[in-house]
């Protein structure tokens, strides 16, 4: 069979289900006993086996069976999560995400895991060691006619609790087949066809599975939910051919739990001598119902934000991210066009067309609003690794940090998603290794020693902030200024006459890093003004605010999107430039008379302070218009983080929304020009990059 | 040996100019270009080629011949060498012929006044018409164009 076409749902149903295993088994390092979440985690994995194998990837099915072994036996209550466990089971993980990563890019997904299914297999064994004999026992005891009981978890106990209350027959039934007989598989296989015609078979010994493979002697028993009498039941199994003997004894809530204590003391006493078991097994057989049960059980796992939400399915069909793009693009092309329409409108004055222009305008501002909609993606997309790679983090460097997400479904358009990772990375990298200190520190300083970082995202206005803040020891002024002098960043001028807040900025500066100690995560010195420039090249900002001995937050400002903007069309003579609105303070006229000069510079005055006057007539060459010819100059005032800049412009054209394009891969960057979108008329106006002109 | 090859043909001042067909992506009347400040001298600015924003070079600048007017026979020629697509100002552009590779001859150092390095060859075609073979990777080398630049200043 042709499985290439199954390939990318392989892929991206791998990718989505090692992601689920992933999360629920950082949750379930948080409440180790919460076994729903065991469930969720076997399912997970069971699934992907069953897909690795039917796609033939061997190495991934091997490795995924074998850790659904251990969290059979774990979902079994038969085994205790431990460390070493959860450790295992992780670098299994990582085993499989790389395997998966490697059919991604084309490979045939083969990875040696001999050691991770070894240690596995170990861990496995572990259990099967004290888990045998149990099974042993039972055989034993069964053929002797003895009455030993079948372990039963928590859920089947409830069960067959609750059957018995609303007033089904609970039986236990021992059956026994001729020692002669050569198909006792298919002997048992009759017995429970028989019997799940007219009830529930809940629990078997040895397990419906093994007694399948012929792996039992000759008796099994189990226990049975029907409404039948029990005599006619033993009557009709007893007519199966080669059945020996049939016992039922029918149980009611006292027996059942005597049965059910006898059944876990036995394996107990069996386990105790190695295994790990866990010591609440016992308390929780108790009758308390199973919903009181499961709701303290979610009740700790609740306070994680990421629960299980994510779980339900949603209603999406996956679309290839090209045709999105093409979406886009001839959306920008219906917009270009839109505009002009609009232009010819208002030219011709005709009433039905002018109506029905500003209708079209309508209706394609909402198709407007669901196209770009539609290239928004959670910032989950990005956050999802993040926990593991700060549980990994904080082990290596010996510090305990939790992560608290806030804020996953906060939304961003893909082009910033797909850029947004690795500065992220860093930025968390960098708050735990700098930020966090080292458990003895935050002891001393009086402060738990669990560290703990916030990953915020959140929307304010036509921005989305990502904010990273940790309460680590937070950055001293004079440490940084140090340090700035000591590798040439600043000199001791420029020191003195610092804000906090420029202070904060040269750690963004090339070549400068505050950690005394290098270490293997982050501080070789390359790292934040890589995170600037990125942040800065998406358009976005990164600012930092501090606390000495509290923390740090790591505030990064972005744009909702990078492909439509609003701006301002401005006229300089006969050319015509777009300024982001983004950018724009406000607009304003000057008398010629109000500009000044200061050190040759020309200045105006803004709001009771004086700002340069930028020429953009001279910086680009602009023949056809000079402000200095004008009265009266019509001004944009642009800021730039805090501080302002006027531009000297001709001629206000209006506010528009406009699609960014870039210039075209021959020309170099052009310092001032982001890029340059089409206007109604079908003419190319270039984008201002503001940012530019205010030093 | 050597093939057959379709050869778009344009003109600049007296001279034929020769560019591959399958380099070329269209030949345009001159359409609004928009200037671009602070760039190369010979970028006459960008163009909407419908929906792409498109640079244009004038080609007699790129080559140091000096300039002209515009008539109704200039015509920006697009082409898309190494991902780039970059529209070429010609006087006129108006014909497609057939040319054997072989006819093609490695250029002596200078002709029309351009440098050889632009050029992969000269092809002698009819009697007396001589067609100059452009190597557009190298008309569209940025690298010596910076160096050009540096030394200009």
Redesign the interface.
Known sequence: MDMNQYLSMFIDESNDHLQSLNENMLLLEGSPNDLSIVQVIFRSAHTLKGMAATMGFEDLAALTHQMENVLDLVRNEKLAMQDFIFDTLFKGLDALESMVQDITEGGDGKADVSAIVSSLQAIVRGEDLSAKPVSADEAQASVSGANTAIQLDEFQYSVLNQSIADGHRVLYLDVYIRETCQLKAVRAYMVFDLLERSGEVIKSSPSAQDIEQEKFDHSFSLYYITLKDPAELQQQILNVSEIDKVTVMELDQESLQQMSELGSASQQAAAAVEAPVKAEADEKKPQVPVQEQHASQQAPAAKSPAKTGGAAPSRTIRVDIERLDVLM?LF??LL?DRVRLEQLASEVQNHALTETVEHMSRVSSDLQDIVMKLRMVPVDTVFNRFPRMIRDLAKSLDKKVDLIITGAETELDRTVIDEIGDPLVHLLRNAVDHGIEPIADRISAGKPETGTVHLRAFHSGNHVFIEIEEDGRGIYRDKILKTALKKGVVTEEQAAGMSDEEVNQLLFAPGFSTAEKISDVSGRGVGLDVVKAKITSLGGQVTIYSTPGKGTNFSVQLPLTLSIIAAMLVKMGS?KYAIPLSSIVETGIIRKEQIRTVHGNKMVEFRGQHIPLISLSR????KDFDEREEAETEIIVIHKGERLAALAIDEFIGQNEIVL????????P????SG?T?LGD?????ILDPNVFIK | MGEEIKVIVFKLGSEEYGIEVDKVQTIERMLPITRVPKTYSFVRGVINLRGVVIPVIDLRGRFGLEDTEYTDQTRIIIVAVNEMEVGFIVDSANDVIDLHTDRIETPPEVVGGIKAKYLDGVAKIGDDRLLIMLNLSEVLNKNEIIQLESLEE
């Open positions: 693009n920008s092309e270009i050319e910086i680009f060459n602009i394009k870039g210039l075209g891969k021959y020309l170099p052009i310092k001032g020009i340059a089409i079908g003419q190319v106006a270039l």
